[in-house]
């Protein structure tokens, strides 16, 4: 299984290396759409929640441990705050927390599609390099 | 016929294509790979090149449209069934159709591509363009972009080499997709080129040469997010008589191609106004569908706005003159209604504004939007 995972790992890191930053971004954004799709898949308001919430963790982890990363620049260390702030602002969203509304279990589907559809657009205006992009996929994948 | 023109560096055809080759698979796939490397290693192309359509029918069209279609950056996008979708492809898939479904236009067609390399090595063209007359394609070159001191001067040296007399009622159209143009900065913008900026006045640039004779587009349509400030609004003002763009954010599925499939119908009484309504209109209830993000759809009726952008001109110069050093983020974007400094009684005059607030997050409860987008420092 460990075997696996690292050549899919190697796989990705070696094509994304060879297709670039904007390779990187779409991986991020398949993050977020595959997530979607497993909230729609069940109908446990529960679980919708709790899936949502995993993927705001293990990214916003994911991006905590890039960041201290020597490996980083500074821009993208600026790049990754901006985008933590728009994960937590989806995160406490969710739960109702910092004088949001909590999303109504009815609506979380389209929340799910919200939250993809928002991090497209935060993708394009987020510039991060490939080396940022490579470390937050790997680690997101291995959390 | 098929003709190359690989001394020029370019892939030119005038169609119809009637060439069928009798080699075997292996032939096939060495003929393909060989004159792939032998076009892409060639040098970036002196103009003008030879390849006028003979074939071309020389009567004037009624309608011209031109197409610029960014592709050389992030344009992934999912539908809610969570498939995949290019931003750029699928426009191009629509400007096809529209070019192919009105029988009398002339239309211009630029796929703005990654850069991309044969066998890592050799490089490939990253422009591709298309020439429509009369419903038919009459010409598919590939190009090289970053050619020349202006972004646009290799889609402009196509334009003038393919352009037939137009007539003098002639409806114009230029259609941009894409991302922000950005008004400040522009690095970055082609993930090909990232040193090279692109900013509005770049479009602007080559607007220029694609108006002869002062003759202005009846309506441009800036298909990107947050283009409609009155900066840009302002910059594109000699150059069109209406504008379709989004203040705010803008999905990548776009604004609607439907209406220009049959411009014929659309605009049998001549309205552009009306027409750009109506376009804006499709748009704003195709992305209020499925779309949970804000949808703000605007027109412009270029003449009337003049005295808003008059009197907030020098505003929003100082503001970009104060931003330009300031890091992308810590900028914001926000409704100029939001800002006093831009409030003022002809704000709405001359703008048509579809608005639905985003279904979530802090704004979903906005009521409105002025149409106005504007840029200030974050707090």
């Known amino acids: ?14 094509v994304m290396s060879l297709a670039g930053i904007a390779q990187g971004q779409d991986k991020i954004q398949n993050y977020f759409k595959d997530a979607a799709g497993k909230v ?32 980083v620049s500074k821009d993208d260390k600026a790049g990754m705050e ?11 969203e969710l739960a109702g927390l910092n004088g949001f509304e909590r999303v109504p279990d009815a609506q979380l ?22 080396v940022a992009l490579l470390l937050i996929i790997l680690i997101a994948v291995l959390i | 016929m098929e003709r190359e023109s690989s001394a020029s560096g370019r892939q030119s055809r005038v169609l119809p294509l009637g060439h069928t080759c009798l080699l075997n698979a292996f032939g096939v796939f060495c003929c393909l790979a060989l004159g792939v490397v032998l076009s892409s290693c060639s040098s970036p192309p002196p103009a003008p090149s030879e390849t006028a359509p003979e074939e071309v029918n020389a009567l004037p069209s009624r309608y011209v449209l031109v197409f610029v279609i960014h592709g050389d950056g992030g344009y992934l996008y999912h539908n809610t069934d969570g498939k ?8 191009l898939i629509s400007a096809k159709l529209v070019a192919e479904r009105n029988s009398q236009a002339e239309v211009f067609i630029y796929h703005e591509k990654r850069k991309r390399h044969f066998l890592f090595l050799f490089p490939r063209h990253d422009g ?15 190009y090289w972009r970053d050619q020349g001191q202006s972004r646009f001067d290799p889609e402009i040296e196509l334009y003038n080499r393919f352009r037939a007399e137009e007539l003098s009622q002639s409806k114009r159209f230029f259609l941009y997709f894409g991302h922000e143009i950005p008004e400040i900065d522009g690095k970055g913008y082609d993930a090909s080129y990232k040193d090279r900026p692109f900013i509005i006045h770049g479009l602007v640039d080559g ?9 202005k587009f009846d309506l441009i349509v800036l298909s990107t997010c947050f283009n409609g400030t009155p900066h840009t609004i302002s910059a594109l003002s000699p150059y069109a008589r209406y504008i379709i763009a989004s203040p705010g954010n803008l999905h990548l599925s776009y604004f609607d191609l439907q209406p220009f499939e049959a411009l014929d119908i659309g605009l049998r009484d001549e309205n552009v106004s009306a027409f750009a309504k109506e376009c804006a209109r499709q748009s704003f209830e195709r992305l209020t569908k499925d779309i949970q993000t804000e949808i703000t759809v605007a027109v412009y009726d270029v003449d009337r706005v003049q005295s808003f952008l008059n009197s907030v001109d020098s505003v929003y110069d100082h503001t970009l003159t104060t931003l330009k050093d300031k890091p992308s983020k810590s900028i914001e974007h926000c409704d100029c209604a939001d800002d006093s400094a831009y409030l003022q009684p002809m704000m709405s005059d001359g703008i048509d ?27």
């Open chain 1, 1 to 14: 299984m460990l075997g696996k995972t690292a050549i899919r790992l190697t796989v990705m890191i070696f």
């Open chain 1, 40 to 71: 729609k898949e069940t109908t446990d308001p529960t679980q919708k929640r709790e899936i949502l919430n995993n993927s705001f963790e293990k990214m916003t982890k994911a991006l905590n441990t890039v960041q201290g990363s020597p490996l």
């Open chain 1, 82 to 92: 901006h985008f933590k702030v728009v994960l937590k602002e989806k995160q406490d």
């Open chain 1, 109 to 130: 589907n389209d929340f799910a599609d919200y939250v993809v559809q928002d991090m497209e657009q935060a993708t394009e205006t987020v510039t991060l390099s490939l």
């Open chain 2, 84 to 91: 995949k979708y290019r931003a750029d492809e699928e426009t």
């Open chain 2, 128 to 142: 591709e363009f298309y020439y429509y007359r009369n419903g038919q394609l009459l010409a598919q070159e590939s």
């Open chain 2, 207 to 215: 607007l220029k040469h694609f108006t002869p004779d002062s003759t």
């Open chain 2, 353 to 379: 504004v579809f608005f639905r607030p985003a279904r979530f997050g802090r704004s979903k409860h906005k009521q409105d939007h002025s149409g106005w987008e504007c840029l200030r420092l974050l707090k």
